[in-house]
């Protein structure tokens, strides 16, 4: 047999198995399958190529390793040039195939945020039976700006325009035009000018010196009183301290947030404790569901063809640039 491919993935199934085996065999290649990372650290020597949930422990041992493919879509971890041995290894992602999980994962979020169910919810938890004073919000009608319109952030924008919201604005790096589910493209830099203009903040943003601290306390200041926040990109995007403040003042409405610093989150972090706060625990892109983990499969069978071919991966992620 020739060379050897190395899988760690913790939803293996003997489908997924036979895939990736005859991808493997057509072109004269061999599978390794190890069942976590540390049985791989110090044992994938003769691997080329690693596909799955690999520690930086396994990369950095990894002498003969040509390219690891993540099945991850955040990479920040396996950017640094000095983690592998060889310093021409390429690196690619799996983002791609966690929009429509992460993007259900926000809807449910935000429907709970604008129609208050967590005070409802604790309401009832403690014994209550009334209804709550104030207002509920809707998706209909809302002004929605999206913090990273990537395939996350625009399986979003697709699912939230069945709502009918006043409009989705798309807030990334590039200007150039966007998908038809945005009604406004604008860039990073235009973001100040866009938050007032904002009831719903979907953050979707990878974790880069760029966007590292993007949602500051100033910024969360221009958004108008009583709006809301979702991020499921990075917790390092968000000043923690900030929203704390400004959701128990009553100024923000609400958050939800899936990505925190640190995780996990110590049992005594106040961000447990902060008002009208959705906190899950880094699952919106929870591998379980079966769409997502064939769709990592078939993105690394098809970068896999283009590897053997001599081809750029189409799923390639600059390590300088982190995305």
């Known amino acids: 047999m020739g060379k050897t491919i190395g899988v760690i993935i913790d939803f293996l199934t003997d489908d997924y198995r036979r895939q ?16 976590d990372s540390r049985s791989a650290v110090g044992n994938a ?30 990479v920040d971890r396996f950017c640094k040039d000095e983690l592998y041995q060889n310093p021409d290894c390429l690196l690619s992602n799996s983002s791609g195939a966690y929009g ?19 005070e409802y919810s604790e309401l009832i938890r403690t014994g209550g039976w009334d209804t709550l004073p104030g207002n509920i919000h809707s998706l209909y009608g809302c002004r929605i700006t999206v913090l990273g319109a990537g395939d996350i952030g625009t399986q979003f924008a697709r699912r939230a325009k ?46 880069t010196p760029d966007t590292a601290g993007i949602l500051s306390r100033e910024r969360m200041a221009l958004l108008p ?23 128990n003042s009553g100024r923000l409405g609400g958050a939800a947030l899936d990505v925190v610093v640190p995780e996990p989150l110590p049992a005594e972090h106040p961000l447990r404790g902060a008002k009208n706060l959705l ?45």
């Open 225 to 247: 009183k009583g709006a809301y926040v979702v991020n499921v990109g990075r917790g390092a995007a968000v000043d923690q301290d900030a929203l704390i403040d400004l959701l």
């Open 20 to 35: 990736i085996d005859a991808a493997a065999a057509k072109h004269g290649w061999k599978t390794r399958y190890f069942p």
């Open 162 to 207: 069945a709502f009918l919201p006043a409009r989705i604005v798309g807030v990334r790096r590039s200007a150039k035009p966007g998908d038809p589910a945005f009604d406004e493209m604008r860039t990073n830099d235009e973001l100040d000018a866009v938050l007032p203009e904002t009831d719903l903040l979907v953050m979707a943003l990878p974790n």
């Open 45 to 74: 020597d003769d691997c080329e190529i690693l596909y799955g949930h690999c520690s930086q422990k396994v990369i950095a041992s990894a002498k003969s390793l040509r390219w690891f493919c993540c099945c991850w879509a955040g």
């Open 100 to 118: 429509l999980t992460i993007s259900e994962h926000l809807i449910m979020t935000s429907l709970m945020l604008l129609r208050r169910q967590l």
């Open 279 to 323: 906190l899950t625990p880094h699952v919106a892109g929870n591998m379980t569901l079966p769409y997502t983990q064939q769709k990592s499969i078939d993105m690394f069978l098809e970068d896999l063809e283009n590897y053997l071919a001599g081809k750029p991966l189409r799923h390639a992620v600059d390590r300088k640039r982190g995305y």
